[in-house]
Nanobody, 125 residues
Framework: VQLQASGGGLVQAGGSLRLSCAAS????????LAWFRQAPGKEREFVAA???????VYTDSVKGRFTISRDNAKNTVYLQMNYLKPEDTALYFC????????????????????WGQGTLVTVSS
């Protein structure tokens, strides 16, 4: 499966963005999906994941602000980001995985075989 992320941009603190990740060559309804991000000089970190019908997990720093969702008809996964903070500035990647995994592994980079190219989110203070 090939993933294409989009929707990044420059936004002021407190603003919102919605990232999209469109898939081709596979049906996302059968995959576990996630968003990760990587700030300059830092390691890639987990943001959110959605698996099974609609089980969602988030990293603590985005709970209550970000929402992951999927539209199986459009073969697309989204990340709605509200109340953005300067520390959310990063390159955001979508990822997909076809293997069944226990919940505690959903936040690992190594749990995902397919990756999009990244979309840059910059939040100004």
């Amino acid at each position: 499966v090939q993933l294409q992320a989009s929707g990044g941009g420059l936004v002021q603190a407190g603003g919102s963005l919605r990232l999209s990740c469109a898939a081709s060559g596979g049906t996302l309804s059968s995959y576990g999906l996630a968003w990760f991000r990587q700030a300059p000089g830092k390691e890639r970190e987990f943001v959110a994941a959605i698996r099974r019908i609609s089980v969602k997990v988030y990293t603590d720093s985005v709970k209550g602000r970000f929402t992951i969702s999927r539209d199986n008809a459009k073969n697309t996964v989204y990340l709605q980001m509200n109340y953005l903070k300067p520390e959310d500035t990063a390159l955001y990647f979508c990822a997909a995985d076809s293997s069944p995994r226990i919940t505690s592994t959903w936040n690992r980079v190594t749990s995902y075989a397919y990756w999009g190219q990244g979309t840059l989110v910059t939040v100004s203070s």
